[in-house]
Nanobody, 115 residues
Framework: QVQVVESGGGLVQPGGSLRLSCTASGALFGSFDINWYRQAPGKQREFVAGITDNGLTNVAAFVKGRNAISKDNAKDTASLEIDKMKPEDTAVYYC?????????WGQGTQVTVSS
């Protein structure tokens, strides 16, 4: 059974940086595309950034220029960094592993941007 776990959420100051990590057990991590999504209160879940199994990246417009996404297949870990955090970045952030019809989600980690 594949288990996906996010970590690194919490309270972030406006203008500060966020670093989230995603680990997965029970999966060949390097074979999966890794995506990050977020869901703010009262809003639909939205795509934030993704990295394919061979390292190609894609990011949403609202984080372009202030983010970094990476993964370490040897450590079965992916990371998402977002700089210059804004109050509107407040959301639950989710890690998603996809390979064909295999689609796994973590429970999410709350990120609150507030002073």
């Amino acid at each position: 059974q594949v288990q996906v776990v996010e970590s690194g959420g919490g309270l972030v100051q406006p203008g500060g940086s966020l670093r989230l990590s995603c680990t997965a057990s029970g999966a060949l991590f390097g074979s999966f595309d890794i995506n990050w999504y977020r869901q703010a209160p009262g809003k639909q879940r939205e795509f934030v950034a993704g990295i394919t199994d061979n390292g190609l990246t894609n990011v949403a417009a609202f984080v372009k220029g202030r983010n970094a996404i990476s993964k370490d297949n040897a450590k079965d870990t992916a990371s998402l960094e977002i700089d210059k955090m804004k109050p509107e970045d407040t959301a639950v952030y989710y890690c998603n592993l996809v390979m064909g019809q295999q689609d796994y989600w973590g429970q999410g980690t709350q990120v609150t941007v507030s002073s």
